[in-house]
Nanobody, 124 residues
């Protein structure tokens, strides 16, 4: 069983930055693929970024590519999402997710564990 707790959300002006953190419980964190997803009001949950257990070959949604960076520290059981050049359309609840597999997925269904989410609001 893995528990995920996100933090770092908040209110920021357009063009600003935030860093989200997701702390995971469990001794096998290093074997999980970790993803970030987001859900805006009235919209479906969408993929943002994913990082495999090794930390290499990250994948991003086209809408955040070049602005967001996903990283992980397996010694701290934590995955991060650095968000720069934020836009109002980035406003959403951001969720981290863990998958008990080495292969990455940009779909939400294959993920086994989810955090409770953290709100990110970008004002124009």
């Amino acid at each position: 069983q893995v528990q995920l707790v996100e933090s770092g959300g908040g209110l920021v002006q357009a063009g600003g930055s935030l860093r989200l953190s997701c702390a995971a419980s469990g001794r096998t964190f290093g074997s999980y693929t970790m993803g970030w997803f987001r859900q805006a009001p009235g919209k479906e949950r969408e993929f943002v970024a994913v990082i495999p257990w090794s930390g290499g070959s990250t994948t991003y949604a086209d809408s955040v590519k070049g602005r967001f960076t996903i990283s992980r520290d397996n010694t701290k059981n934590t995955v991060y999402l650095q968000m720069n050049s934020l836009k109002p359309e980035d406003t959403a609840v951001y969720y981290c997710a863990a998958r008990r597999a080495s292969s990455v997925s940009i779909a939400a269904a294959p993920y086994d564990y989810w955090g409770q989410g953290t709100q990110v609001t970008v004002s124009s």
